[in-house]
């Protein structure tokens, strides 16, 4: 190809070259402006942290060390916790179930329980676990069943979401195989579907069990019971060596759950 | 037994995959199903099996018309026929046992089977269908585990469960090697002469039709093309089905 004949690609070359460098320019300008309209609309003070940094120590240094001595106060609230999370997943599998099964298009009996069973599984992930707390402590007073009935609703949001898409992606043959052997719709859900599908969904409960050990400690914040609660009125009290040791015992026990979670799921799959 | 009059079936996009199809079947007799692809077999056992909702015609199981029924009387009336297709579709995290014990479910309701119990008596007799089949041995074993042929095997095994008197097959021995589809094929005939049971089975090997069916059906553009019995059928007709595919 003659130098004139390739003129006109180089110069396409060129143009587009330079237009992509443009559009790169447009992204990292259009990316700070995120960044700093962020930054304002927090109201970021970096020179507070670096001057509040004094009393932040003060406090470290007052928990300093973990009251050791107060250990066999945490361990109610600690199982409350574990059992909070337990129950909010127990009550949350019991209510996704159905719920996926209206919600997954390939086994829905029909439309309008598909868009029913779908939106109330929207709107119990979009309700936050707090704001649920919030109901249920109104409810039924202070403790740890609010806290356990929040995140057993909360929990309907992302179990019920996962559990649909996992009976969306099962093969369809053995089902629709028992369903031609004249076995009724709940022999097939139960025959066919569970058997298929149960390693999937335990997996996900596991995952979410994990998942709500660490939402109801912040629960406990609102009143509904656990290591959150004693959290909240040691810090109210300034009794910063107990909330050291509650910290610790938190940790622990995030720990723990994370990995035997993991540990199980993995077992499963 | 089996008898199906003028059963048409035109799909929504206006292909008619079949047009006035008349066959019939008597207990014990083994009919092969032979054509090329598109020829409309498989449409042809879905609207016997009543997957598929024919667009006319007739398909009389025993006294029963099943086309002109729907919901709990179709379900209940289409018991007696079993089906079994290319894939085995067992439930692949069930022991083989409880496959083949799940084909009985029809015939029980209560909340022990819908809790996903099945019956000690079908658990009993499920041993005897996997020893009809020659599989005792993996009874305990899980569905997904299985090769391809001892898979089909156990869904036969879950057909014969069903307690039926009419055996759809769709393709059963496509995806085996040649000794296993032998071997299911055998089986077929066996379950045909000694239970006299109905056995309709779409093939695409002529060689097996030969050696086990009683009768091959021809069919050819959704129309029966020809319906003989085994020994007055010359080859060159039967190939002939499959000639204008090439062409």
Not at chain 1, 151 to 157: A, N, T
Not at chain 1, 163 to 173: C, K, L, S, Y
Not at chain 2, 130 to 154: D, E, K, Y
Not at chain 2, 192 to 200: C, K, P, R
Request: charged share 15%; glycine share 10%; with cysteine.
């Amino acid at each position: 190809m003659s130098l004139d004949a390739a003129a006109p690609q180089l110069a396409e070359r060129s143009w587009t070259g330079a237009t992509r460098l443009a559009l790169r320019v447009v992204l990292v300008l259009a990316l700070l402006a995120i960044v700093v309209q962020a930054a304002i609309v927090v109201r970021a003070r970096p020179q507070d942290l670096i001057t509040g940094a004094y009393g932040m120590a003060d406090i470290i240094r007052r928990a300093m060390p973990p009251d050791f001595g107060k250990i066999d106060v945490v361990w109610w609230p600690a199982l409350e916790t574990i059992d909070l999370a337990i129950f909010g997943t127990l009550g949350g599998v019991i209510m996704a179930l159905p719920l996926a099964i209206l919600a997954a298009a390939n086994v829905t009996p029909s439309r309008f329980f598909y868009y029913g069973a779908r939106g109330i599984i929207g709107f119990a992930r979009a309700v936050p676990d707090l704001v649920w707390a919030l109901l249920f402590v109104t409810a039924v007073g202070l403790g740890p069943f609010p806290g356990a009935l929040a995140l057993s609703v909360h929990s309907v949001g992302m179990l019920g979401r996962l559990f649909a898409e996992t009976i969306e992606q099962m093969d369809m043959a053995p089902i629709d195989a028992l369903a031609l052997t004249g076995a009724r719709r709940v022999q097939v859900f139960s025959h066919g579907i569970i058997p298929s599908i149960l390693p999937s969904l335990l997996g996900i409960a596991l995952y979410r069990f994990d998942e709500n050990i660490r939402s109801s400690l912040v629960l406990g914040f609102v009143g509904a019971g656990g290591i959150g609660f004693e959290l909240m009125s040691a810090m109210s009290l300034f009794q910063y060596q107990l909330v050291s040791l509650l910290l610790i015992v938190t940790f622990v026990m995030v720990i723990v759950a994370e990995r035997l979670s993991a540990l199980l799921r993995n077992r499963l799959g | 037994m089996l008898w199906v009059c003028g059963l048409t079936k035109r799909y929504p996009d206006g292909k008619l995959a079949l047009a006035d199809f008349n066959l019939n079947i008597e207990a014990g007799e083994l009919v092969v199903v032979l054509g090329g692809n598109g020829g409309g077999k498989t449409t042809l056992l879905r609207c016997i099996s009543r997957t598929l909702s024919p667009t006319a015609g007739e398909i009389w199981l025993n006294d029963t018309n099943l086309a002109a029924l729907s919901g709990e009387r179709l379900r209940q009336a289409r018991l007696p026929l079993a089906m079994i297709w290319q894939q085995a579709s067992l439930v692949r995290r069930r022991t083989v046992l409880s496959n083949v014990a799940s084909g009985a479910l029809g015939r029980y309701g209560g909340p022990w089977t819908a809790l996903g119990g099945l019956p000690a008596v079908e658990r009993r007799a499920a041993y005897d269908y996997l020893s009809a089949v020659g599989l005792v041995a993996l009874a305990g074993q899980r569905a997904g585990t299985l090769s391809g042929g001892q898979a089909q095997r156990v869904a036969i095994a879950r057909a014969l469960a069903q307690q039926p008197q009419v055996l759809l097959a769709d393709e059963p021995v496509a995806s085996l090697d040649p000794e296993a589809a032998d071997d299911i094929m055998r089986l077929l005939r066996r379950l045909a002469t000694q239970e006299q049971l109905a056995v309709l089975c779409v093939l695409h090997q002529i060689e097996l039709a030969y050696s086990y069916a009683d009768r091959v059906v021809g069919i050819r553009d959704g129309r029966i093309a020809f319906d003989r019995p085994c020994t007055e059928l010359p080859r060159d007709v039967v190939r002939q089905l499959y000639l204008s595919e090439a062409a």
